[in-house]
């Protein structure tokens, strides 16, 4: 099967989710020409966007998983430009987005993203991709956050978050984990950085994304050794932790998953249907503004 195959299609999952389902990170491109990408990129070789993520794949794999709502995630190729985000989201009331700012975005942009359904505001520690923000740019981001009442997710990589610990501090909007973390499952469930993510769990204002459990994985399907830590998660904090596909798996390197298959490792994150209905519905519905 093509590279494409599953980024735009996939099978029913063999339980379908609750009612209400929410996919928390997802991501949607346009043709070139009309919404160009940002002169860096900030994967790898050989690694291009896909021609096919569209919103209209995403909405098509969505319908085949049961999945009512999503989160659209601006991807870094297109920089501050919102023009996709935002024209996408007004075609799409049952989705929100999640966008990255720096200080060129005016307050004029930032009232635009949130009448169009933005409600957060990501940032990448993650050292390869050279994107963290200043702290007079985190600063802002967390004023504004406040200001709207959005949410910061924060991509972080395994033991990088011990170096976090003076940044986050300074957080009191809520605040998303992303992507488990990124821990390193290999280190076990004693490892230093995931007991510090599993006390900053514990604070009121944190919340966990238990998606991206296939990309930390050792293995190409099972992903049996991820298991423990996303139950962790679930178990510290049953109503702030939320899900996500990940799609169009931007950078993958290993088999390339059919998303089914992710919503049914959810599942065994969260066995219990009281469970996954928290994680699909319930708790992303308060952290996005969806009705209940």
């Not at 169009?248 to 009281?274: I, S």
Request: charged share 25%.
């Amino acid at each position: 099967m093509s590279f494409a195959h599953f980024r735009t299609r996939t099978r029913a999952p063999a339980a379908a989710p609750p009612e209400g389902a929410c996919d928390c990170h997802v991501h949607v491109l346009g043709d070139a020409k009309k919404y160009p990408y940002r002169e860096s990129w900030p994967f790898e070789p050989p690694e291009t966007p896909p021609t096919d993520a569209t919103f209209d794949a995403l909405a098509a794999m969505h319908r085949a998983l049961g999945i009512a709502r999503g989160v659209l995630v601006q991807p870094g190729i297109y920089g501050t430009d919102y023009s996709l985000l935002i024209e996408t989201l007004k075609r799409a009331p049952n989705y929100r987005g999640i966008a990255w700012i720096d200080d060129t975005v005016d307050d004029r942009t930032l009232a635009k993203l949130d009448a169009a359904g933005v409600r957060g505001l990501r940032f990448n520690f993650w050292r390869r991709l050279n994107e963290a923000p200043t702290l007079t740019v985190l600063r802002r981001a967390l004023a504004v956050a406040a200001e709207y009442g959005w949410h910061v997710k924060m991509q972080c990589v395994g033991d990088d978050w011990l170096d976090m610990k003076e940044i986050v501090d300074r957080v009191r909007v809520p605040m998303v984990i992303d992507h488990l973390g990124h821990v390193d499952v290999s280190k076990g469930l004693d490892q230093p950085a995931f007991r510090y993510l599993i006390e900053l769990l514990k604070r009121g204002n944190v919340w966990v994304l238990v998606g991206n459990g296939d990309r930390r994985s050792a293995q190409d399907k099972g992903w049996d050794d991820v298991v423990p830590f996303a139950r962790t998660y679930v178990e510290t904090a049953p109503d702030r932790c939320i899900w996500a596909s990940d799609w169009p798996h931007l950078g993958y390197r290993k088999r390339m998953p059919e998303d089914a298959e992710l919503l049914e490792l959810l599942y065994r994150f969260a066995p219990e249907p009281e469970l996954q209905r928290k994680v699909l519905v319930d708790t992303p519905a308060r952290l996005f503004g969806f009705a209940t």
